[in-house]
């Protein structure tokens, strides 16, 4: 039986995420698994198998983006189309509130995930590629850096629309809303002539990397450079990473010698959604919000 899920279920989805991905000790919190499910709620579902849980997946929902994920499936389970339905059921809820893309995350080694995904008609598209932070940025006091947590929403809305509109309706603002409301995130602005013109966040509850996007044609490089010396200053116990859509071009050039690549993650969209994310751009700074 399909049914949306619910705060009571979280307990029992965290146990079995964690058999799912063989985490050993590193259980996802209840906290995490919270804020996946309130950007989307609707969308995310759980599959029950005599009175227990079969099955759970998460999405979210980016302005006209939709990401499904984490999913996961009892072990013993696999193969009775329990994963099939609850990818349908996400990618459907997507779709009704008017998602043009809709794409997903799989590990390479996980053939037998790939396959399932493509025989639902999700096709590979570009890797997503995960950087490990080797060596700090000197700290660099600039006078253009707004806190995110002390910037007006108005101006933070209006970075959005402006983001939005050079990304096909792809829009940021309820994490970056989510991030600005944890009181464990760092969130900053850089401010040109008073816009706000790109930003860099780490928001452990929910996506332990550093994320982020700024506007096109402004000094990317420099401030990328200076907003990730302020997360670095604000996390200095933290091992810091950042995961790129390897379509960014632009986001590439900008790591240099003081990241090294982790590893690399399949990025598969679904036939007919995969709205921009099809199309090369060699100006975007985006750096993926999506994998809880």
């Known amino acids: 039986m399909l049914t949306v899920m619910n705060k009571c279920m979280l307990e029992k989805i965290r146990l079995l995420d964690n058999v799912c991905f063989n985490r050993g000790d590193n259980y996802r919190s ?15 579902f759980v599959i029950m198998h005599e009175d227990e849980i079969a099955g759970y997946i998460f999405s979210r929902k980016l302005g006209s ?18 994963g099939k339905t609850i990818i349908q059921a996400s990618c459907d ?5 008017g998602c043009k893309s809709i794409g997903l995350e799989v590990l390479p080694e996980r053939g037998n995930n790939i396959g ?17 932070k080797k ?4 700290p660099t006091k600039c006078d253009k850096v707004v806190n995110g947590k002390d910037a007006d929403i108005n101006t933070i809305l209006s ?16 994490d970056i809303e989510s991030a600005i409301s944890h009181k464990d995130s760092s969130i900053f602005f ?5 816009i706000l013109v790109g930003f860099l966040c780490y928001s452990p509850l929910t996506n332990p990397f550093v994320w982020g996007a700024f506007l096109r044609d402004y000094s990317q490089k420099k401030i990328f450079e200076i907003l990730f010396s302020y997360i ?12 790129i859509n390897s379509r960014y071009k632009k986001t590439l050039s900008i790591i240099d010698n003081s990241f090294e690549v982790e590893r690399s993650i399949l990025r598969m969209m679904l036939t007919d959604y995969e709205g921009e994310y099809m199309l090369m751009d060699n100006k975007s700074f985006v750096a993926s919000s999506w994998v809880g």
Do not use: W
């Open 232 to 243: 670095e200053k604000s996390n200095q116990d933290k091992k810091l990473k950042i995961r």
């Open 30 to 44: 209840i906290g995490n698994l919270t804020e996946l499910s309130s950007n989307n709620p609707d969308g995310c």
């Open 65 to 82: 983006v939709g990401f499904i994920g984490p999913l996961g499936v009892k072990p013993a389970l696999q193969g009775k189309s329990f």
């Open 159 to 174: 970075f959005d629309r402006a983001f939005s509109n050079e990304h096909n309706g792809y829009s940021l603002f309820k």
């Open 190 to 194: 850089y401010e040109e002539k008073r």
């Open 93 to 97: 809820t997507l779709i009704k509130v």
């Open 135 to 138: 060596t700090n940025y000197e």
């Open 116 to 132: 399932l995904y493509q025989k639902m008609g999700f096709i590979p598209t570009f890797s997503t590629i995960t950087y490990r």
